[in-house]
Structures are given as structure tokens and as C-alpha cells.
């Protein structure tokens, strides 16, 4: 697509890859243990790779959450601070960006994307009430349902397509927002939040034109429209490329529109601005003295929320970097390679390629594991002992039990590996690439696994769990038998 700049440029014999526009100027030592350690590993870990240490993996594809690249302007700014509990130069620098790129008069600070979430929905949320959405977050949820209420997921039917050649399977379905609030009432509804970059259904985008209906259903009907930005960077490349009645608009100017049909913007800076930290944006003085007296309760001060000066220079920088087409173009384009590769030699991947990862489908991929031994968490542990990348299990696991103890079995069973911005180079995605080729090839060798220890809340982050048999001892065996002494 010719609007991007680092994909215009043309390999004259053919072929070609996603040319970086960034040079690297410092980096950080890997190492590769041997299949043996991984496997012990991973039993030490309870088959849950959020408690995997560090030191055992090799490409780190679990999250871009606090982990993409930061640039040299970043690092430069992060040594201007202005250290002080109220009033530093560096959060009006910060809240003059957001006010610069979003239009948003009010900022308020949070330490993170869920602690925006947390504060939203105590402010707007009560017992009986409802929160429609295009698709839930993890955490989006638990606030909502924290706060007596519930989430209802408006994603258009052909969004839960696994493959597909739709640009914006992130899009809500306008026809089934228009029923719900006829049914349920105006006054019912909490706010409607739209998620840029669906992050559990594979990345995937939505399009201006759907942020314009649903908004004009909103503003109809006096509900406020909540946009979680933590995925814009990627979500602004797509309907920069794939929406045709965006292609000759700058990406701030996309950003400035998404920001103007919204009344309330929050983020994850850990992911959008690539930094660590968050926030609230709003126009609105109403809404900005209702939700600011939240902050100092839970996060800190007006002027920090519980971020140092740091993260709060780079935060500015790093939104500044996002309105670049050759930054925000980085990670989609990898993404894409990943997928395509995958996609041709037939292992199962969601398509179009979205923003995030690449995303696996473990529903095809195990076909043989049912829901209830968690397929896209087997295949998260498969995938680290066979590679020592790790991924993240976005499937039945990350979801919570019914009040009466039941399963609630996912739509999707995704294994997540993600591409953190400008971190990883082409040849270790290649390596990524050829064991996942080598994983499918050996799949009836994967068994399910089982929970011995189940939190109650986001059991994802720390519950552990067995395999259902000696699988990974066999999938060791094999792996061994085909690499030979190759790590
Ligand atoms: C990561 C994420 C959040 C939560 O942000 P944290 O900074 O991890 O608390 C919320 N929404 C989306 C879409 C995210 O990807």
C-alpha cells in the first residue's frame, strides 16, 4: 500500500521484506536454554507462562506491554525530569502533548491502563447497569463486573472469523447497539467503550467510519463513548491503510477525529507510548471534576497518578513518535511477515494479520484438546518447551468461572505471540517461524492441561496448572531426536 512509507520501499529482484526505518544502538544479551531446562522450567512455572523467569526465555513474545523499544528521544527526555510531587514542568509538558494530539483540554494520570479502568468504572458504573463494548479486555471486565455490573460484547458475527479477509474485524455491531439500548434503556447503560486493537481477538482493528456510527448512536441517545487507546498506534495504521476514505489523512488527523467522536479517552502508556504509565483524557469539565476525585485516592497527586517524571517525558515523546507513519508502521508490518509465512505453509493463524502478534489459533492447531484442558494454554507451554519463546495464552484460561463454578469456554482459544515495536529482528521472528512449523508438524503429540491451583480473579496471571499425561516429556524426546544437539 503505497501511503506508508517503510512499505513503499520496493526489493528490485523480487520479494523483499519489511525494511526498518530505525538503526539499533544498544541491546541486550539473550540466551537459549537447552530443551531439557525448558521443560523443567516449565514445570517449576505450573505451566502458566506469566510465571516463566526470565533468564529461561529466549524471545520474549508474552506481552508489548512496558517492552517495546524506547527511542533515543525518549532516553534524552527521560534525563530532563522535573522531579516534584505537585506541579512539574514535566506533567504539563505531558498534558500540553495530550492536549496537542488528542484536543482533550483535561488530563488526568494513572499508573496504568486498568487503574484508568478501575477509576472509569467506579465513577460511571452501578449494580445493574451495562457496559457494551466491541469486545471485553481482561481487565475491563473485572472493573466493570467489580462494580455490580455487566459487559455485553457487540463484536459484528464476522469478527469471531478466525480466517478472513475483512480489514476490520474489531468493528461493533451498530444494529445490535441500536437493540440494546431500546431493550435495556439509555439510563441503563453505563458508557459504551470502544477498544482500538481488540487485544484478544487477534489485534484486530476498527474503522473510523464504525467509531462515527457508534458515537452518533451515543450522542443520540446521551451515553457517553469511552475509547481504551491502549492499541491505537496500531489501530491508526490500519484505517491509515485499509480505510480509503482515511488514506490521505495524516495519522494525527485520524488520531484528532477517533479523539473528537469520543467523550473519554484512557491508555495503557505501557503499550501506546511505549513507556510505562496511563491516563485519562476528556474535554469535558463536568466529566473531568467527577472522575478527578478518584486519583489521588488510588493513584497519587494530579500531577504524576503514580507515574515517576520519567515515564512521563517519555510518555510525551513517545506519543509524539506515534503520530509517525514509520514508527507505527513496524510492528503491523512484522506482524504481517509472521502471519503470512505461517498462514502459506498452513498452520492455523488468525487473518488478515492484525496489530499486537501473531496470533495462533489452538482450536485447529490441538484440535484434539477440548476447551475444558485449555488448548490455547497447552499450546502455550508446547510452544516455550519446544522454543523457548513465549507466548500468552488469550483463550478459555484468561476467562473466570461462572458465580455457580462453571466453565465459561472462550470464542476463541488463541495463543498470543506478540511483537513488542522495533525489539526483535526479522531472523528471530524466521526462528519463531520454523519451530511453530515444526510444533504443528508434531500437534497429536500435545496433550491438554489442568488447574492444581485456581485463583478465583484473573486466574491467568498466577494459577497453576499439570499436564494431563507425560506429553512434554514425549514432545522433549522428539524435539531431541529431530534437532540432535541443536539447542
Ligand atoms: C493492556 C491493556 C489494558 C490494561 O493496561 P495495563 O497498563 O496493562 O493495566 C487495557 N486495555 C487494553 C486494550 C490493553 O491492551
Known amino acids: 500500500m503505497e501511503v506508508v512509507k517503510m512499505s513503499r520501499?520496493?526489493?528490485?529482484?523480487?520479494?523483499?521484506?519489511?525494511?526498518?526505518?530505525?538503526?539499533?544502538?544498544?541491546?541486550?544479551?539473550?540466551?537459549?536454554?537447552?530443551?531439557?531446562?525448558?521443560?523443567?522450567?516449565?514445570?517449576?512455572?505450573?505451566?502458566?507462562?506469566?510465571?516463566?523467569?526470565?533468564?529461561?526465555?529466549?524471545?520474549?513474545?508474552?506481552?508489548?506491554?512496558?517492552?517495546?523499544?524506547?527511542?533515543?528521544?525518549?532516553?534524552?527526555?527521560?534525563?530532563?525530569?522535573?522531579?516534584?510531587y505537585a506541579g512539574s514542568a514535566t506533567f504539563t509538558r505531558l498534558e500540553n502533548?495530550?492536549?496537542?494530539?488528542?484536543?482533550?483540554?483535561?488530563?488526568?494520570?494513572?499508573?496504568?491502563?486498568r487503574a484508568c479502568e478501575n477509576i472509569l468504572s467506579q465513577v460511571f458504573v452501578r449494580h445493574g447497569t451495562v457496559v457494551p463494548m466491541n469486545y471485553h479486555f481482561t481487565t475491563s471486565k473485572s472493573h466493570v463486573v467489580l462494580n455490580g455490573g455487566t459487559v455485553e460484547e457487540l463484536i459484528r458475527d464476522e469478527g469471531l472469523e478466525i480466517r478472513s479477509s475483512l480489514p476490520f474485524k474489531g468493528n461493533m455491531d451498530t444494529d445490535k447497539l441500536k437493540s440494546l439500548i431500546r431493550e435495556r434503556g439509555a439510563d441503563k447503560v453505563a458508557f459504551v467503550r470502544m477498544e482500538a486493537g481488540t487485544n484478544l481477538i487477534g489485534g484486530q482493528?476498527?474503522?473510523?467510519?464504525?467509531?462515527?456510527?457508534?458515537?452518533?448512536?451515543?450522542?443520540?441517545?446521551?451515553?457517553?463513548?469511552?475509547?481504551?487507546?491502549?492499541?491505537?498506534?496500531?489501530?491508526?495504521?490500519?484505517i491509515k491503510t485499509r480505510e480509503a476514505s482515511c488514506k490521505d489523512m495524516t495519522v494525527a488527523q485520524i488520531t484528532r477525529t477517533m479523539a473528537d467522536l469520543s467523550d473519554i479517552i484512557y491508555f495503557s502508556a505501557r503499550k501506546l507510548g511505549c513507556a510505562r504509565g496511563g491516563g485519562i483524557c476528556t474535554a469535558s469539565r463536568e466529566l473531568y471534576e467527577r472522575i478527578r476525585e478518584l486519583i489521588p485516592v488510588y493513584e497519587g497527586f494530579l500531577t504524576y497518578g503514580g507515574m515517576s517524571v520519567r515515564e512521563m517525558e517519555a510518555i510525551a515523546v513517545g506519543l509524539d513518535e506515534t503520530m509517525d507513519e514509520d514508527m507505527i508502521s513496524q510492528g503491523p508490518l512484522f506482524i504481517e511477515y509472521m502471519v503470512d509465512r505461517l498462514d502459506k505453509v498452513g498452520v492455523p493463524v488468525?487473518?488478515?494479520?492484525?496489530?499486537?502478534g501473531c496470533h495462533l489459533n489452538a482450536m485447529e492447531f490441538l484440535d484434539h484438546i477440548p476447551q475444558s484442558q485449555y488448548p490455547a494454554g497447552a499450546l502455550?507451554?508446547?510452544?516455550?518447551?519446544?522454543?523457548?519463546?513465549?507466548?500468552?495464552e488469550r483463550g478459555t484460561l484468561s476467562e473466570q468461572r461462572e458465580p455457580d463454578g462453571s466453565e465459561v469456554f472462550s470464542n476463541m482459544e488463541l495463543l498470543r505471540l506478540a511483537l513488542p515495536r522495533r525489539v526483535f529482528t526479522l531472523?528471530?521472528?524466521?526462528?519463531?517461524?520454523?519451530?511453530?512449523?515444526?510444533l504443528y508438524e508434531n500437534r497429536k503429540l500435545v496433550?491438554?492441561?489442568?488447574?492444581?491451583?485456581?485463583?478465583?480473579?484473573?486466574?491467568?496471571?498466577?494459577?497453576k496448572l499439570e499436564p494431563v499425561s507425560d506429553w512434554q516429556q514425549v514432545?522433549?524426546?522428539?524435539?531431541?531426536?529431530?534437532?540432535?544437539?541443536?539447542?
Open 9 to 84: 520501499v520496493k526489493f528490485y529482484y523480487g520479494g523483499g521484506v519489511p525494511l526498518e526505518m530505525h538503526k539499533v544502538r544498544i541491546v541486550q544479551k539473550l540466551s537459549l536454554v537447552p530443551v531439557e531446562r525448558r521443560l523443567e522450567a516449565l514445570k517449576e512455572a505450573g505451566n502458566n507462562t506469566f510465571l516463566l523467569k526470565n533468564k529461561d526465555i529466549y524471545l520474549d513474545m508474552l506481552t508489548d506491554s512496558g517492552v517495546n523499544a524506547m527511542s533515543d528521544n525518549q532516553l534524552a527526555a527521560m534525563m530532563q525530569a522535573d522531579d516534584s
Open 97 to 113: 502533548k495530550i492536549r496537542e494530539i488528542f484536543g482533550t483540554e483535561y488530563f488526568l494520570p494513572a499508573h496504568q491502563g
Open 205 to 238: 482493528p476498527f474503522a473510523l467510519q464504525n467509531l462515527r456510527e457508534v458515537s452518533q448512536i451515543c450522542r443520540k441517545n446521551g451515553i457517553l463513548l469511552v475509547l481504551d487507546a491502549s492499541l491505537l498506534a496500531d489501530n491508526l495504521y490500519f
Open 350 to 356: 488468525i487473518t488478515p494479520a492484525g496489530g499486537l
Open 380 to 392: 502455550a507451554a508446547a510452544m516455550f518447551l519446544v522454543s523457548g519463546v513465549r507466548g500468552m
Open 427 to 438: 531472523s528471530q521472528v524466521e526462528y519463531a517461524i520454523d519451530r511453530i512449523r515444526w
Open 447 to 463: 496433550g491438554g492441561l489442568n488447574f492444581v491451583e485456581e485463583p478465583k480473579m484473573l486466574r491467568f496471571f498466577f494459577g
Open 475 to 487: 514432545l522433549a524426546k522428539k524435539f531431541r531426536a529431530d534437532f540432535g544437539d541443536s539447542l
